[in-house]
């Protein structure tokens, strides 16, 4: 890494602990906003996102409900879209804007896709399109028939999360990157940062951001607060074989409820994944109750695998696209699988919930991140719970933490929606996680 410092950094104008795509993205816009400020990065491991981006899928769209995420992706892709400006000359993300193509099979499954696009233009997305069964016959001949309309996101895509971090962090020009940083302890004296102790050195800092994903509880202890996150383990797998019919520049394919999804990657290979309802039935201990969520990740990410996993979502897919022996149920998917699993990591019931009518809190699936001081130590930021999409709100999420830490306005007035304290949002989920899966039996 091409900033790391010759000597150890005694201070800094800001310490951000983790190197993933939030601690990067902040780095990097650290530096656009405030050119020459001294930032040190701090990394565990042996090299950039080395946390959940490993497993993910990489993907970006740009129709949410909620309007801070709209804002937020939409910023993002423009980004994206212009590497030289942002990142500097020559810069490559591998960006692959191929739409996102969500399929109705049924005439319920399209009335939903259809209504869900009334909605999505009356918040301004005009670009989401309703595709009818004529319309999908003509634009994607190669899907069965079975699939009769589909919501089209053409402004989504995908992307190398990798080169993205590295853009991040080589742009940066004037940040110091530590890697291999064993442990991290926030010193924190009259409700006021300090700095950060680590195995080589004390660096003293008025302003200390938490971006690690799922371990960013672990070190908020270290500063003795508590975060409000929770996490749930998720899986992908790929294969380096895709049936002929699925081109290599096809969109991302999204089937109805429970929402297997699949991308091209490479040139013949393919990449899946699909969002369980998750419990930690096979690993609790006897008599403990089942949870759905961690509130302390296990490591490594890789124990909560299922080996079901890829058959399952296979079947799914075959199963929705008709096929019997070809598509999506050729036994060539089941070859040479890389199944990888990390942490989607969201606000817990007490920075999600409703109010319901007598008062009570109702808590929520919550689909924002927290961006934000933290309301009881002055100079601790957070980047955290970034759930399913932290890697394409990577660069507006790095804005508006930057924003924050600098004492600057926000560029957009629905950012202050990721705020710690703000418990809800209206229209605040849209994932593609789903209950289903326990008909499965999952
Ligand atoms: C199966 C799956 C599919 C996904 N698909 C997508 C997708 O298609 N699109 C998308 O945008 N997002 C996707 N995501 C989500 C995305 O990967 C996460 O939201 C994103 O990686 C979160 O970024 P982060 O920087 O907060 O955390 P992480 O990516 O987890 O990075 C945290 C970093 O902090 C470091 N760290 C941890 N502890 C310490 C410590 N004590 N000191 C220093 N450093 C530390 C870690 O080593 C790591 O490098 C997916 C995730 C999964 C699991």
Known sequence: M???????????????????????????ALERAHPGIKSVLIEQAPQLGSGASNASLENFRSIWNARCNVVMMNRSIEIFMNPDEYFGEGTQLGVKQRGYLFCGM??????????????????????????????????FPWLNKSVIAGKYDPHAGWLDSYALI??????????????????????????????????????????VLIAAGAESRN????????????????????????????????????????????????????????????????????????????????????????????SITLYLFARLFGDTTGGF??????????????????????????????????????????????????????SIAHVGHGIMSSPAAGEVIASKILQQPLSNPAYADFGYNVHFVENDSSGLASDEAVNLQL
């Open 329 to 382: 149920a050729s036994p060539q998917y089941s070859r040479g699988i890389d199944h990888r699993a990390g942490y989607y990591v969201y606000r817990d019931e007490t920075a999600a919930y409703e109010i319901a009518a007598d008062g009570t809190h109702v808590p929520y699936e919550s689909q924002r991140a927290i961006l934000d001081e933290h309301p009881e130590i002055s100079g601790l930021f957070l």
């Open 219 to 310: 070190i908020g202890r270290t500063a003795g607060v508590e975060l409000p996150i929770v996490m749930r383990p998720r899986q992908s797998f790929t294969t380096p074989w895709r049936h002929p019919e699925y081109p290599e520049d096809g969109p991302m394919l999204i089937g109805p409820p429970p929402f297997p999804h699949v991308r091209p990657e490479a040139q013949t290979g393919a990449i899946f994944g699909y969002e369980y309802s998750w419990n930690d039935k096979r690993r609790r201990a006897p008599g403990e109750r089942v949870k759905r969520e961690l509130i302390d990740p296990v490591y490594p990410a890789d124990v909560w695998k299922d080996p079901r996993f890829p």
């Open 166 to 207: 590295s853009a991040f962090a080589r742009a940066a020009k004037n940040a110091s990157v530590l890697l291999n940083v064993a442990k991290v302890e926030i010193r924190v004296a009259n409700g006021k940062v300090e700095g950060v102790q680590t195995p080589s050195g004390f660096i003293a800092s008025p302003n």
């Open 2 to 28: 091409a900033n790391t410092p010759a000597e150890f950094p005694s201070t800094a104008d800001v310490i951000v602990i983790g190197g993933g795509p939030a601690g990067t993205g902040a780095l990097w």
């Open 106 to 139: 049924t005439e319920k499954q399209a009335a939903k896709l259809r209504s869900d696009v009334e909605h999505l233009h009356d918040i301004g997305l005009s670009h989401a399109e309703f595709l009818d069964a004529a319309a999908i016959r003509s634009r």
